[in-house]
């Protein structure tokens, strides 16, 4: 993971080093899917996780504190990224780091787990077939 925001970038990586280098990288212009509870949910730029989206609704409807737009999924320049919303009281918390406010994260490793109090799910970036 990978923040856009080169003042951070730094902070960032220097605490990810140890797992970038047991994780694939992700490639350019992949497809992406949530992984939840066994179920694979195909992304699309501008996925919304939140209760206000009908993106796996089934499975967010249940959790508790989650807001109308939580995160937001998106790519540009053929690679995704997560953006948690400025006004998000407690965000997802990506590979065991809570996500900040306002910043892009670059995903650009194959693999990412997510969590939010109980709720955990994968992000998959593969090939796009």
């Known amino acids: 993971m990978m923040p856009t925001d080169a003042k951070s970038s730094s902070a960032s990586s220097s605490s990810g080093d140890s797992k970038a ?3 694939a990288d992700a490639p350019r212009n992949a497809a992406l899917e ?3 509870e066994g179920v694979s949910y195909p ?5 919304i996780i939140g209760t206000s989206s009908s993106f796996a609704k089934s499975a967010f409807s249940k959790v508790e504190g989650l807001e109308p737009r939580h995160l937001l999924l998106g790519m540009e320049n053929g690679y995704w990224f997560a953006l948690t919303p400025k006004s998000v009281q407690r965000p997802f918390r990506l ?3 809570q996500l900040v406010r306002g910043q892009r994260i ?6 990412y787990h997510v969590e939010f109090d109980d709720v955990r799910f994968g992000l998959r970036l593969s090939p796009r077939r």
């Open 106 to 111: 670059i995903l650009d490793k194959a693999r």
């Open 43 to 47: 992304c699309k730029d501008g996925t």
């Open 34 to 36: 949530l992984v939840l």
């Open 21 to 23: 280098g047991t994780q």
């Open 95 to 97: 590979e065991g780091e």
